[in-house]
């Protein structure tokens, strides 16, 4: 009997099934049984019924009935990659963590995810998105499981069954989904005053973001650092993206999630496969108990963010995603991230939220991976040794061996011992910072987290006139979509108390007749705290254009130099060039040379670009003018705010398209105009095409 042969995949325990040329391996059945027959079940005559001892059959059938296991209660939609982190050596002083130590290199799996879509759902809704990081550190996993966004809904963990049930879908019609534009949602929201602050993160371009890559990520609670001397230090995490900040517009979001709902994915998949590895800062506020205790709101509130101006961002390494999952199932579905997982050296606090994450984590993992030998999974083990007794359960991987399962045992030999340590080639165990504890037992919310409104102004003033009236834009469309006019006007009595401007603005896009009074506060909004340059997009724009697509739409004819020069300057710039022509199979340039398409006309529209370049030949821009998703593409670049690379026969399609050429239009045809289209792209969106969206 022959077997085929596997060879085991490092990290998703998986095996490969295909070989690279050469022979096929025996299809087997799970027992390694070969298979002669994987087209008819076994069967009493070709007409008659089936035979229950078709065990082939069986256990097929048997295994995929069983493939699905519960999607994530909530970040069901999510994708992630394989990289590692390096330290600058910055915590070494602060944190006794092996992770931290100069120059260590420590493997990481990220899983980025939107919250409130099912598993099926779209890249693009408006959600928060999550950035969670598993590092295989020497000293075992350290899970830092983040979000986006550095605030949060809820101060209180007990409000998060019923946040979730009011923002997914509406449970007696299954809709909405992915979205918080429905009446649910925004009644919680309008009940929950504590939750102002990350309202307006989620109604600002935040959570439309132009792929994870440019996004950045946040702890959000503060946590401690730990020395083995036992000092503590507060610490806030943040990741910041190399490539800049930068998101979509809510038109091109909505656009997007037709033409590739897997926009987000397949951006991450693609930068990863083609060599362009991802890169994020870990970033650090660092500040000690005299810093907490002067700062004007309570560092244990999750709705509450500490400006960077107050504590500067200090990097402390860097994040690289470097290499794809093998297998999605075995490793995107199957990570299981856990806020308890800390590494010596690194300890909570006693933000409320934190502790309720901290048991919610472990218990959904049981229900969704079936058993509590969850890390058992490839993905889930660490990489370091595991010693101890546990046992058993379903799916067990790994028993101790030997006679002893328990400890104490008077067995000489080398069983686990506990480490108070240090020993000789042992790091101490992990200890718990010794914070002092004392209270009576009260079901309270802390007077310190009273301020809802002060921090959602400060974000609000912070951003440019263009974000601030994408968030009254994105206010205005959700609150339309919510029926009962009740909701929308308790909102608005939100609004006042953040900003009169945007109450006002929403007042009149939704046409509101009864404009409430602002309602009562806890405490009244500050109008002291200073604007924030780091909480705009726009201010922490890239620094160039890499990492970018253009999308050139060309014919048979387009201009041979016009095309060479523009492949040129985009590959100088870490770019990327997408040819969309009218059909797949390509088109002939000027000097009659063939090149294949990337995407046919009606499948790379606009909205997949950063910035788009239209180069037909005059033949071909006549026969793209009557062409609906040609008129389309220049249409949504233009509306979009985009940067337009053009040649002179363009003009005909621009016409058609009722789209006028403006300073973000760049001629390209002479010598060093390809430059100078890229140079301009660096800026993203020419935010100067006042009132193109309308
Ligand atoms: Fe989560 N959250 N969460 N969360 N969360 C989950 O765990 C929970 C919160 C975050 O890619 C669940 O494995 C509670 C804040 C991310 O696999 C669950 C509370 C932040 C992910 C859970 C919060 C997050 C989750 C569902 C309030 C940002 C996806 C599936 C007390 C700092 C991780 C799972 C991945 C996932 C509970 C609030 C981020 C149910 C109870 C705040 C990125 O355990």
Redesign the pocket.
């Known amino acids: 009997m022959t077997q085929p042969k596997t060879s085991p995949v490092e990290n998703t325990g998986g095996e490969t099934h295909q070989t690279a040329g050469g022979k096929s391996p025996v299809l087997t059945t799970q027992q390694g049984v070969p298979v002669s027959d994987d087209q008819n079940t076994l069967r009493a005559g070709p007409r008659g019924p089936a035979l229950l001892e078709d065990f082939h059959f069986r256990e097929k059938m048997f295994h995929f009935d069983h493939e699905r296991i519960p999607e ?4 069901a939609r ?1 994708y ?1 990659a394989h990289g590692y982190f390096e330290s600058n050596g910055l915590l070494e002083a602060a944190s006794r963590a092996a992770v931290f130590k100069k120059g260590e290199k420590t493997p990481a799996f990220v ?3 939107t ?1 409130a879509g099912n598993k099926g759902s779209a890249d693009l809704g408006r959600d928060v998105r ?3 990081t598993k590092f295989y550190t020497k000293e075992g996993n350290w899970d830092l ?3 986006n966004i550095p605030v ?1 809904f ?1 101060q209180d ?1 007990i409000k ?1 069954p019923d946040m979730v049930h009011a923002f997914k879908d509406e449970p007696d019609r299954g809709f909405p989904q992915a979205q918080t534009a429905h009446d649910n949602a925004w009644d919680f929201i309008s009940l929950t005053p504590e939750s102002m602050h990350m309202v307006m993160w989620v109604m600002s371009d935040r959570a439309i973001p132009r792929s994870f890559r440019f996004m950045e990520g ?4 503060t946590f401690r650092l730990v020395t083995a001397e036992g000092k503590s230090t507060f610490v806030k995490f943040h990741w910041k993206p190399k490539l800049g900040l930068q998101s979509v517009v809510w038109n091109e979001a909505v656009k997007i999630n037709g033409a590739d709902p897997d926009f987000h994915r397949r951006d991450l998949w693609d930068a990863i496969e083609q060599g362009a590895f991802p890169e994020w800062e870990l970033g650090v506020q660092l500040f000690d108990d005299a810093f907490a205790d002067k700062f004007a709101f309570d560092v244990l509130d ?1 709705t509450k963010i500490i400006p960077e101006e107050e504590v500067p961002v200090q990097v402390a390494g860097r994040l690289v995603l470097d290499r794809n999952v093998d297998n999605f199932f075995l490793e995107t579905e199957q ?3 856990c806020t308890q997982n800390v590494v010596p050296g690194i300890d909570f606090t006693n933000d409320p ?1 934190l502790q ?2 901290n ?3 472990l ?3 049981l229900k ?1 991976l079936g058993s509590p030998n969850f890390t058992h999974i490839p993905i889930n083990a660490p990489k370091c040794p595991v010693m101890n007794f546990q046992q058993d359960g379903h799916m067990a991987m790994r028993n101790p061996k030997g006679r002893v399962n328990y400890e104490p045992n008077s067995w000489s030999g080398a069983t686990p011992r506990e480490e108070p340590g240090p020993r000789e080639s042992h790091a101490a165990g992990y200890r718990s910072f010794p914070a002092a504890v004392e209270g009576t037992k009260v079901r309270q919310r802390s007077e310190t987290f009273a301020d809802h409104y002060s921090q959602a102004r400060q974000f609000y003033v912070s951003q440019t006139d263009i974000e601030k009236q994408h968030i009254q834009n994105a206010l205005v469309f959700e609150l339309s979509k919510v029926n009962r006019v009740d909701i929308r006007a308790r909102m608005v009595g939100h609004l006042l108390n953040i900003d009169q401007g945007l109450a006002d603005a929403v007042v009149k896009g939704l046409r509101l007749k009864d404009v409430p009074k602002p309602l009562p506060a806890a405490r009244p909004t500050r109008q002291d705290l200073k604007p924030s340059d780091k909480l705009s997009i726009i201010k922490n724009g890239p620094k160039n254009f890499a990492g970018r697509k253009v999308g050139a739409l060309v014919t048979d004819g387009t201009d041979a130099d016009v095309l060479a020069a523009l492949d040129k300057a985009v590959k100088a710039e870490g770019a990327t060039l997408v040819l969309v022509a009218p059909e797949v199979g390509g088109f002939k340039d000027s000097a009659g040379a063939s090149h294949d398409a990337h995407e046919k006309l009606e499948g790379g529209p606009s909205v997949l670009f950063d910035a788009v370049a239209v180069i037909p030949s005059k033949e071909g821009a006549a026969l793209l003018a009557e062409l609906p998703a040609a008129r389309d593409f220049v249409a949504d670049a233009y509306a979009h705010r985009k940067f337009v690379g053009y040649s002179p026969a363009a003009a005909a399609l621009f016409e058609k398209a009722g789209v006028a050429r403006d300073e973000g239009f760049v001629p390209l045809g002479k010598a060093g105009e390809a430059d100078a289209f890229i140079a301009a792209c660096r800026k993203v969106r020419f935010w100067g095409r006042a009132g193109a969206e309308r």
Do not use: E, K, M, W
């Open positions: 994530r209660v909530v970040h999510g992630g899983r980025f995810s919250v999550g950035f969670a499981v983040g979000n949060f809820i963990p998060f946040f702890g959000v609670h999750p990570v299981a991230f939220l309720g994450r048991f919610s984590y218990d959904t993992q969704r």
